[in-house]
């Protein structure tokens, strides 16, 4: 599709922290595994404003709601997002958070 924006996202570390990242952040499935914005920071059901204004507030955008698994090697997990806009700015600075160096 045109004109959408390819983000990546790297997180590094000990093998137990990248587990502890997919835990609190990701949805395994089978053979993929997808960091999902509703886990992090779930949506309420009828959030003040709309969906949208409230996708926008929260995340950062409201136009895709997971990265998939582009890379997974020891220590490094690398995740892809194809959206309309860039990367979900609010989602990204707020998810080390629980995870200081």
């Known amino acids: 599709m045109s ?13 137990a922290e990248i587990g502890a990242f ?12 997808e960091l999902s914005y509703g886990k992090a920071l779930p949506m309420p059901r009828a ?8 996708a926008n507030k929260h995340w950062g955008t409201a136009d895709a709601e997971t990265f998939i698994v582009e890379e997974r090697e020891d220590g490094r997990l690398t995740l892809a997002l194809q ?4 990367r979900p700015w609010r989602f990204t600075r707020s998810t080390p958070k629980p995870f200081p160096r």
């Open 3 to 15: 004109n959408f924006v390819h983000n990546l996202l790297t997180v590094t570390g000990k093998q």
């Open 47 to 54: 959030p003040r404003g709309g969906q949208v204004a409230w």
């Open 83 to 86: 959206a309309p806009t860039p």
């Open 22 to 33: 997919i835990q609190r952040f990701c949805v395994e499935q089978e053979d993929t595994i």
